[in-house]
């Protein structure tokens, strides 16, 4: 069987989880997610400085996709151009309710 992997991201306090090392993290992962045969499909688990329960001490924890606004933030577009992404879950033309 192949797996979904619903909501990744780094999330480890003892490695940088700002936006930067988020978008360093994605650049590693997101390309091996699409080569990789047992992947059918993944998603991207957004959290924001303040709002992660588990208490990242590291300075500024960023993983948002998307600012306030709905705009891409940095890491949304490097998400967005990382190859053909036919694995990723959902699609900006896909309807919120089918």
Not at 53 to 68: E, K, R, S, W
Request: aromatic share 14%; net charge negative; glycine share 8%.
């Amino acid at each position: 069987k192949k797996i979904w992997l619903t909501e990744f991201a780094c999330a480890d306090q003892n490695f940088d989880v700002s936006m930067n090392g988020q978008i360093r993290f994605m650049k590693e992962v997101v390309p091996w997610l699409e080569q990789e045969d047992i992947i059918e499909k993944y998603a991207w688990f957004s959290y924001f400085t303040n709002e992660w329960q588990y208490g990242i001490t590291n300075p500024n924890p960023d993983a948002g996709l998307v600012h306030g606004n709905g705009d891409l933030s940095p890491l949304g577009q490097v998400y967005v151009s990382l190859g053909p992404n036919a694995r990723r879950l959902g699609n900006a033309s896909d309807p919120i309710f089918p």
